[in-house]
């Protein structure tokens, strides 16, 4: 299971946490891993955009014993003691927040996989890349899902 104290499953994301705001990662946290779990991964992505599901966050290596993701990771290849972060569809590294356009809400889906492997792929992986290195090595995992609207409407 996993959680964040910046908001409930299926609520609005507060506005620091998007492109209208700080553009902050949200704090996560997660229960205790499946039983011979190595690793983590997360991938947060946007299913309702136009097109094609929108990639915000990549990021894995994280070791098995993390239960949490603090606020605001920096946008840098290496962070936390050692974990990776992967490109998203904005085309840089780490975290980049809801930024939908202005048609209703969207939903974001913050996905953790426990793995049981130490993944070696490098920093700036895509989540194609990561997904293709997972397959096959998740025990387990657990999805958040938060909604955010633009222009200050809410629901």
Request: charged share 20%.
């Amino acid at each position: 299971m996993i959680t964040s104290s910046a908001f409930e499953a299926h609520g609005m994301i507060p506005l620091k946490h998007t492109c209208d705001g700080e553009d902050l990662s949200p704090p996560l946290t997660w229960s205790e891993a499946p039983e011979g779990t190595k690793s983590f991964a997360l991938i947060a992505d946007d299913p309702d955009a136009p097109g094609r599901t929108w990639v915000h966050w990549v990021i894995y290596g994280l070791p098995s014993d993390t239960r949490a993701l603090p606020e605001g990771v920096p946008a840098d290849e290496i962070v936390l003691g050692g974990a990776r972060q992967g490109r998203n569809d904005f085309g840089g590294i780490g975290y980049g927040g809801p930024c939908p356009p202005p048609n209703g809400a969207h939903r974001y889906c913050f996905t953790l996989y426990a793995l049981d492997l130490e993944l070696e792929l490098a920093p700036g992986a895509s989540k194609d890349e990561l997904l293709a290195a997972v397959q096959g090595h998740v025990l387990g995992g657990g999805q958040l899902v938060g909604r955010y609207r633009r222009g200050g409407e809410r629901g």
